[in-house]
């Protein structure tokens, strides 16, 4: 799913009035009717719902949600952010709500403000994608009016005076603090981004039916990865594959007290399908990892608690996931360079390959190009240096992508993947229960695996991604997020492929 400006939303929705038969105004009505439902779904019968209306289309939006709720009985009031002009849509739907013999309150001074109860749910439909400079003067006190209430805030779009893309020069206090936003059609940028996610809420994506094929033929750099994504990308099992045809995946992983990230990387590696799996462990992990992933082999390193020496010979493998719990010691970190200096095909680098790299400079230049990186953001800001905010952070992100060719994995919510031709990706899935320790090992087996079957690392970066935040979601589902631990990742990772599976299925011709 694309992700667009602010600008291209607006060509896609005139394209959309001009190609379908269909007005502007039904539009609004179409995009109005999808958070209605969604309030209704969610709506006790008795909360009263207030509406804050701007003068543009989402006020306009907010103005037919609040028609709409009235219909279906709920005791709606509406607040209109007084001005002179209206677009044409927004004074339509004003229209229509007085002439259901409903007054309405025009808010032209702070005096006019009224004191919000918390029993009711607030409709921020102030400003959406259109907002075209920082809210100051009534708006912005408007916006502290209703975020000083106790009141539930639902934002149409966008958190009113949050905009679409770059929010660097932006001001925290005049942005509406929602608990959910509603985004129209499509994701946007800002709403994928950490920084404001304490006015966002819970992201809900509502589809409103804008053009299709337009949308498909707008350029942007900014993908939001879906289930009809990957199962594009999904190639399920042949029927006459041998473990040959799955290739031969190899995990560097673990020190003594750290051998638990090896197990992980390695069950996750078996259970992401690699046809076969081997691990390269310090000595005391031997017994470890021959009885936790029997199904995987161990080779011997002459390390007794951490790897050092000899590399062995890495030819036979058609992937190498290296880094996670290998600790820092400097024969660990020679070792390193001597697998990165003797193998050539694209790698997944994570956690203490990634800490050791950061302080390598020099060794740079070894790093295969196309392999993929797996930060997650202290280890991202030991590569990239401090960040002022989030276009600046996506900014340091697609630089090193470009320097070192290479796909980097930002990881957290949204994860946004980076890849060398200046597109990012975010994710989907993944849920705050996957904010525990190992969570990233498991990622690191998974993006190996799926290297190994032959996915180009670009396409296993996204899979990989996803897949793992899926079968976090399940993972969640099934044990709540409180109680969710690493080692369940691996075993949900199954669901991950029988969905990707079942929607190949129903998109395919036969
Ligand atoms: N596919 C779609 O796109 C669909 C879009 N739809 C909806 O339309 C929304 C976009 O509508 P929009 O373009 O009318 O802009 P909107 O956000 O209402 O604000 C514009 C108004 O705000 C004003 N203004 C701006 N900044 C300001 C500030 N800081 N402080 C004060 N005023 C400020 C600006 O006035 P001016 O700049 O002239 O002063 C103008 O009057 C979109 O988010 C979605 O909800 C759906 O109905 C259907 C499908
Ligand atoms: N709030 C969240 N929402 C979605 N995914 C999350 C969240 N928190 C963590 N994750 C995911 O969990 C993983 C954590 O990785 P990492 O920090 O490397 O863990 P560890 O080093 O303990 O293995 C990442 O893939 C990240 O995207
Ligand atoms: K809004």
Avoid at 147 to 169: H, K, M, T
Avoid at 398 to 409: E, F, G, W, Y
């Amino acid at each position: 799913m694309k992700i667009l400006s602010a600008a291209q939303i607006r060509l896609a929705d005139q394209y959309t009035i001009a190609h379908e038969p269909i007005s502007s105004l039904a539009l609004m009505e179409r995009a109005a009717t999808q958070c209605t439902q969604w309030l209704t779904a969610r709506l006790r019968p008795h909360t009263p719902v207030w509406v804050f209306a701007g003068t543009g289309n989402n006020g306009g939006d907010g103005l037919a949600i609040a028609r709409q709720l009235h219909g279906q009985g709920y005791a709606t009031a509406v607040f209109v952010l007084g001005a002179a002009k209206y677009s044409a849509d927004c004074a339509a739907n004003l229209t229509q709500y007085e002439a259901l013999g409903l007054s309405i309150n025009y808010l032209h001074h702070i005096s006019d403000f009224p004191p919000i109860p918390p029993n009711v749910l607030v409709v921020d439909a102030l400003f959406g994608s259109g907002l075209n400079r920082p809210c100051d003067g009534l708006a912005a006190a408007l916006i502290e009016h209703l975020n000083a209430s106790r009141a539930n805030i639902v934002a149409i779009d966008l958190p009113s005076g949050l905009f679409c893309e770059d929010n660097s020069q932006n001001i925290d206090e005049n942005i509406i603090a929602a608990g959910h936003t509603l985004s129209l059609h499509l994701p946007k940028l800002a709403l994928l981004l950490p920084d404001y996610q304490h006015k966002i809420g819970q992201m809900h994506v509502l589809p409103i039916g804008l053009n299709e094929d337009f949308i498909k033929n707008q350029h942007t750099d900014y993908q939001f990865i879906t289930l009809a994504d990957c199962a594009a990308m999904y190639r399920p099992r042949q029927q006459f594959g041998h473990k040959g045809t799955y290739g031969h995946a190899l995990v560097v992983a673990g020190s003594r007290g750290k051998m638990g990230a090896a197990v992980l990387a390695t069950r996750a590696s078996l259970r992401a399908g690699a046809g076969l799996v081997s691990v390269l462990t310090a000595e005391c992990g031997y017994t470890i990892l021959q009885t936790t992933a029997p199904e995987a082999m161990t080779l011997l390193n002459e390390g007794e608690n951490y790897l050092q020496g000899k590399i062995p010979e890495l030819t036979a493998y058609q992937a190498i996931g290296v880094g996670c719990g290998i600790g820092t010691e400097t024969e660990t970190a020679m070792f390193l360079g001597e697998i990165l200096g003797n193998y050539q095909r694209p790698m997944v680098i994570d956690a203490d390959a990634l800490n050791v790299l950061a302080t390598r400079p020099d060794w740079h230049g070894l790093i295969p190009a196309q392999s993929i990186l797996t930060p997650h953001p202290k280890e991202f800001s030991r590569w990239a240096g401090r960040w002022d905010n989030d276009t600046h952070k996506l900014q340091l992100l697609n630089d090193l992508s470009k320097k070192l060719q290479c796909h980097i994995v930002l990881k957290g919510a949204y994860t946004a993947i980076a890849h060398p031709n200046g597109q990012v990706t975010f994710n989907s899935t993944g849920n705050a229960g996957m904010a525990t320790g190992g969570s990233g090992d498991t990622l690191t087996g998974i993006l190996t695996a799926l290297l190994a079957q032959g996915y180009t690392p670009e396409t296993a970066s996204i899979l990989g991604v996803w897949l793992h935040g899926f079968a976090g979601d399940c993972a969640a589902a099934h044990y709540g997020q409180e109680a969710l631990i690493a080692s369940d990742l691996a075993e949900f990772l199954g669901e991950g492929f029988k969905a990707l599976g079942k929607e190949k299925q129903q998109n395919s011709l036969l």
